[in-house]
C-alpha cells in the first residue's frame, strides 16, 4: 500500500450520498485485492450486521485496511456497492509488531438485502480510500504528527478470513423477490 498513491473507489461508501453506486469489476485497481464468492445456488435475505474478520501482516509498525463489500446481481450484470469500512492494525492490536499475523474484525452498519440464485458477493481489500478516509502514512502514531509516509507491503491470510452473514432462517417467495429486485 502506498499512501502517495492510494486507490480512488468511486462512489463513496453507502452511507454517504451516492451510495448503492455501480463498482469496477474485481482488482480494478492496482493496491485492491478482490476475493469474490461463487454463485449462490438459492436464495438467502440478509438482514443485520455483517462480520468481517480479515488475517493480515504488515511490514509496518500499523497501516491501513480498507473493505468494502459487494454483490452481482446475476440479472443486471453489475457489482452494487452493500457496505465498507476500515481499520488499523493498531486500533485492534496497539502493540504490534511487524511481520507477525493479527486479525482484524470489522462489524459492517446494519443492513438488509437479498441475494437471488447466481448472485455473488464480493470483498475488495485496499489500504486508504482517500475519498473517506485520511490516507494512513504506515507508522504508529496520529497521523497530524507524521512528517513523512512510506510504502507498507500488507499480506492478507485468506485461509483465516472469513465473512460472516446474518441470515433470516426463511425466505418467503424467493423467486418473486429476486425478480422484483432483477427490474
Known amino acids: ?16 450520498f451516492g451510495g448503492r453506486g455501480v463498482q469496477p469489476a474485481p482488482d480494478w485497481a492496482t ?10 445456488d438459492a436464495a438467502c435475505h440478509v438482514q443485520g450486521r455483517m462480520r468481517l474478520r480479515l488475517a493480515v501482516r504488515s511490514d509496518c509498525e500499523d497501516t491501513a485496511f480498507y473493505v468494502r463489500m459487494s454483490i452481482w446481481r446475476n440479472g443486471e450484470g453489475r457489482w452494487y ?3 465498507d469500512d476500515i481499520k488499523t492494525i493498531c486500533w485492534d492490536h496497539p502493540d504490534y ?14 443492513h438488509a438485502f437479498v441475494i437471488c440464485p447466481g448472485d455473488r458477493l464480493r470483498v ?3 489500504g486508504a480510500s482517500p475519498e473517506q478516509f485520511v490516507p494512513h502514512t504506515n507508522f504508529r502514531g496520529p497521523f497530524h504528527e507524521q512528517p513523512k509516509s512510506r ?8 485461509g483465516r478470513s472469513v465473512l460472516v452473514l446474518p441470515t433470516t432462517a426463511e ?3 424467493p423467486l418473486r423477490l429476486c425478480y422484483q429486485i432483477a427490474r
Do not use: K, Q, W
Request: hydrophobic share 40%.
Open 124 to 126: 475488495d481489500v485496499a
Open 1 to 16: 500500500y502506498d499512501p502517495s498513491h492510494p486507490p480512488a473507489f468511486s462512489p463513496v461508501g453507502c452511507l454517504t
Open 171 to 173: 425466505v418467503r417467495d
Open 31 to 40: 493496491g485492491v485485492v478482490s476475493f469474490v464468492s461463487r454463485p449462490f
Open 81 to 83: 456497492n452493500l457496505r
Open 151 to 158: 510504502i507498507a507491503r500488507n499480506v492478507i491470510v485468506a
Open 97 to 110: 509488531r511487524p511481520g507477525t499475523e493479527a486479525d482484524l474484525d470489522y462489524l459492517l452498519s446494519d
